[in-house]
């Protein structure tokens, strides 16, 4: 995203991270693909927010603009997809500079200062010019995609001119949150890497070389046991006030359906600001809980769940993209959460 202050943010960025923790089998896949002379020209790499996808994805176009004859000996003898951060590619690429390589994502809007809440249909259409022309260092061509559940109808549409005829030596990166919900169109186009939330030991190891902290740092640790495999979230959580945060949702969610009204008040007062992260960390937890009621509840109430699901996070993104007061959202949630806990 250009949103970013290398300056003020507490952990680095995907594109800027060399280590990656937890998906050795993810990333031996890849580079077996790779390796083979076969790779296939699209990858929908899947599994929660915040497990590693973004990285994984920038690791291997690295690679792959670093060597890009997959017979050479260096791709041949190598055991991981790691690329020394000192190499040009990897400074191009976390400099935004590497030219044979196109990240689609969500931009800031400049008249609001915001971020769009989509990826503007626009952008996607960059894709045929990108990978119509030559590659600038005689390679590859490259698109990360960042998320693709930000795509809206018309930009999975033009995407898909790509996926069904992409070019030689074209290779697309997908990244899904919930790759059970893309088009099928898309899907079937790609080949499938579903990762999984990390181990806690990882996420703390993972933590502490992206937030430069020491893996015994107690904060740390406390941050990675309350992040559901997420590193993502652990981040967010290394805010004490985000710690706290957390403590009053899941007590207001233990009470449903009959929530304390006054604590939904203290809620929205806390949820109050613009920090899209105090946001984000209340939406995690409102959606793991509808999830469980997904995978846990009787068969007459999954329709009633899967509605207050919708309703929350359209509302969510409302919130966020128009700056709308927190508290009557905060009250409406959990007027859906209690009916769903009815179900």
Not at 171 to 184: D, F, K, Q, T
Not at 220 to 236: H, I, N, P, T
Request: aromatic share 4%; proline share 6%.
């Amino acid at each position: 995203m250009s949103e970013d202050d290398t300056d003020d943010r507490a952990v680095k960025l995907p594109r800027e991270t060399d280590v990656l923790f937890g998906h050795a089998e993810a990333e031996r896949a890849l580079l077996d693909g790779y390796k083979s002379g076969r790779m296939p020209h699209a990858w929908l790499i899947g599994g929660p927010p915040g497990i590693g996808k973004a990285t994984l994805a920038y690791r291997l176009a690295r690679f792959v603009l670093a060597h890009p004859d997959p017979k050479s000996p260096e791709v041949q003898r190598a055991e991981t997809l790691a690329l020394d951060p000192g190499h040009p590619v990897a400074r191009r690429v976390a400099a935004q500079a590497q030219g044979d390589l196109l990240v689609l994502e969500r931009v800031l809007n400049e008249q609001t200062g915001k971020l769009y809440t989509v990826i503007r249909v626009d952008d996607v259409r960059r894709t045929v010019s990108f990978f119509g022309s030559t590659p600038g260092e005689g390679g590859w061509r490259i698109a990360i995609v960042d998320a693709v559940d930000d795509l809206q109808r018309e930009g999975a549409n033009a995407l898909l001119k790509i996926l069904e005829e992409p070019p030689a030596r074209t290779l697309l990166l997908l990244i899904s949150h919930a790759p059970g919900r893309e088009l099928p169109t898309i899907r079937s186009r790609c080949r499938r890497l579903l990762l999984r939330p990390l181990d806690e030991p990882d996420v703390v190891r993972a933590l502490a070389a992206a937030s430069g902290r020491a893996e015994s740092d107690p904060e740390l640790k406390e941050a990675a046991a309350a992040a559901d495999g997420s590193v993502a979230r652990a981040a967010a959580l290394l805010d004490g006030a985000a710690l706290a945060l957390r403590q009053k949702v899941l007590e207001l969610i233990g009470q449903l359906p009959n929530p304390d009204p006054r604590a939904l008040h203290a809620l929205g007062d806390a949820l109050g600001g613009t920090d899209p992260q105090i946001l984000a960390a209340f939406m995690d937890l409102v959606n793991d809980w509808l999830a469980s009621r997904l995978h846990e509840g009787r068969k007459q109430g999954l329709a009633r769940v899967a509605e207050a699901f919708e309703t929350v996070n359209r509302s969510a993104r409302e919130v966020e993209a128009f700056n709308l007061e927190r508290k009557p959202f905060v009250f409406a949630v959990f007027g859906e959460l209690a009916e769903a806990s009815r179900g």
